[in-house]
């Protein structure tokens, strides 16, 4: 059985429920949630002039390949209404795989671990919750979380 990590985000309709939706499909489709953060208010990234995100991290584990897990989420994103216009635009909801188990990947459809990890906050902050300790490429969550500034995030009640 892998252990994954997964980045999950949503800025259109219901937020939080799009997220939770988005956990439940997952876990019901062979990607078993052993943990899952808050949600967190953030700023958009990438694409700015759209509204604010709500993003959380969950840490599961699977039987699934990573090219099936890839396939899961995307099914996951179609069925709650993502519709794939503009990169880092709006979106009903975002599944990002972070990691499974040490494994690297690089095909045109996966990379792994994902790598924008380093970088975004957005995703180091609800990660560092439930996995401060996680290993992605080399180098601790909490680690790479000091390493960049979390302003603009704030954890959800």
């Given at each position: 059985?892998?252990?994954?990590?997964?980045?999950?985000?949503?800025?259109?309709?219901?937020?939080?429920?799009?997220i939770?939706?988005?956990?439940?499909?997952?876990?019901?489709g062979?990607?078993?949630?052993?943990?899952?953060?808050?949600?967190?208010?953030?700023?958009?990234?990438?694409?700015?002039?759209?509204?604010?995100?709500?993003?959380?991290?969950?840490?599961?584990?699977?039987?699934?390949?990573?090219?099936?897990?890839?396939?899961?989420?995307?099914?996951?994103?179609?069925?709650?209404?993502?519709?794939?216009?503009?990169?880092?635009?709006?979106?009903v909801?975002?599944?990002?795989?972070?990691?499974?188990?040490?494994?690297?990947?690089?095909?045109?459809?996966?990379?792994?671990?994902?790598?924008?990890?380093a970088?975004?906050?957005?995703?180091?902050?609800?990660?560092?919750?439930i996995?401060?300790?996680?290993?992605?490429?080399?180098?601790?969550?909490?680690?790479?979380?000091?390493?960049?500034?979390?302003?603009?995030?704030?954890?959800?009640?």
């Amino acid at each position: 059985m892998a252990r994954i990590a997964l980045s999950l985000g949503s800025n259109l309709g219901n937020k939080r429920d799009n997220i939770a939706k988005a956990l439940a499909a997952l876990d019901q489709g062979g990607a078993r949630i052993v943990a899952c953060s808050a949600d967190y208010r953030t700023e958009p990234w990438g694409s700015i002039d759209q509204d604010w995100f709500v993003n959380a991290c969950a840490v599961a584990e699977t039987d699934l390949t990573p090219g099936d897990l890839l396939a899961l989420c995307l099914r996951v994103e179609r069925e709650l209404g993502r519709v794939r216009e503009v990169r880092w635009g709006p979106r009903v909801i975002d599944i990002d795989i972070i990691t499974y188990d040490d494994l690297q990947v690089g095909t045109p459809t996966l990379t792994l671990p994902h790598p924008y990890v380093a970088e975004r906050a957005f995703v180091l902050l609800p990660l560092a919750e439930i996995a401060p300790e996680l290993n992605v490429g080399g180098r601790s969550v909490a680690d790479m979380l000091a390493n960049v500034s979390a302003n603009g995030i704030a954890k959800l009640p």
